[in-house]
T-cell receptor, first 113, second 119 residues
Framework: EAQVTQNPRYLITVTGKKLTVTCSQNMNHEYMSWYRQDPGLGLRQIYYSMNVEVTDKGDVPEGYKVSRKEKRNFPLILESPSPNQTSLYFC????????????FGPGTRLTVT | AQTVTQSQPEMSVQEAETVTLSCTYDTSESDYYLFWYKQPPSRQMILVIRQEAYKQQNATENRFSVNFQKAAKSFSLKISDSQLGDAAMYFCAYRSTNAGGTSYGKLTFGQGTILTVHP
């Protein structure tokens, strides 16, 4: 089954404790991205990757890091989480950047206290 | 940069009735994609319908249809014969296909509209 998986689905952590949210797709997609969803703001892009070893900032990259060492994986790293990073996070992938269809992961609810 | 605006934070409809959700966007590009996504309480993002900007014909998917007005930069979603399962947050989104632009590949979302369906 073609899918995007994210782990964990829920996470409660404390300020400053490094964490990683994993994202994996099994469709051999080149383009992957991370979004955060906040009330009244919709979803906003954090980082994206055009292909392996090619990543770039989206609209709200501050406080986040990413890596793309393998085509299927695109982890989101919060090196020192802060309460303003409490949000719902989505990973998404598509075959190419201009593909008609984009697949979303199930979302990760992160709470930073 | 592109922007997407959904001016209706909440909408409600009676079961079996029709409701229209509004979306406007701003762009200087001529070719792009537009989408409506549904987000039920499970939080999963579900694609409802999509439209390619170069196509003049409005997209339809069963009970869902759009009114795409390219010159007015408007992309509304009509849900006919509303069902209880249609209750969700709905997002309008824009995707740039301009390979030379800074927004290439990015989905730009509106703020969302919460749809309530009354039995």
């Amino acid at each position: 089954e073609a899918q995007v998986t994210q782990n964990p689905r829920y996470l409660i952590t404390v300020t400053g404790k490094k964490l990683t949210v994993t994202c994996s797709q099994n469709m051999n997609h080149e383009y992957m991205s991370w979004y955060r969803q906040d009330p009244g703001l919709g979803l906003r892009q954090i980082y994206y990757s055009m292909n392996v070893e090619v990543t770039d900032k989206g609209d709200v990259p501050e406080g986040y890091k990413v890596s793309r060492k393998e085509k299927r994986n695109f982890p989101l790293i919060l090196e020192s989480p802060s309460p303003n990073q409490t949000s719902l996070y989505f990973c998404a992938s598509s075959l190419y950047a201009d593909s008609y269809e984009q697949y979303f992961g199930p979302g990760t609810r992160l709470t930073v206290t | 940069a592109q922007t997407v605006t959904q001016s209706q934070p909440e909408m409600s409809v009676q079961e079996a009735e029709t409701v229209t959700l509004s979306c406007t966007y701003d762009t200087s590009e001529s070719d792009y994609y537009l989408f409506w996504y549904k987000q039920p309480p499970s939080r999963q993002m579900i694609l409802v319908i999509r439209q390619e900007a170069y196509k003049q014909q409005n997209a339809t998917e069963n009970r869902f249809s759009v009114n795409f007005q390219k010159a007015a930069k408007s992309f509304s979603l009509k849900i006919s014969d509303s069902q209880l399962g249609d209750a969700a947050m709905y997002f309008c989104a824009y995707r740039s296909t301009n390979a030379g632009g800074t927004s290439y590949g990015k989905l730009t979302f509106g703020q969302g509209t919460i749809l309530t369906v009354h039995p």
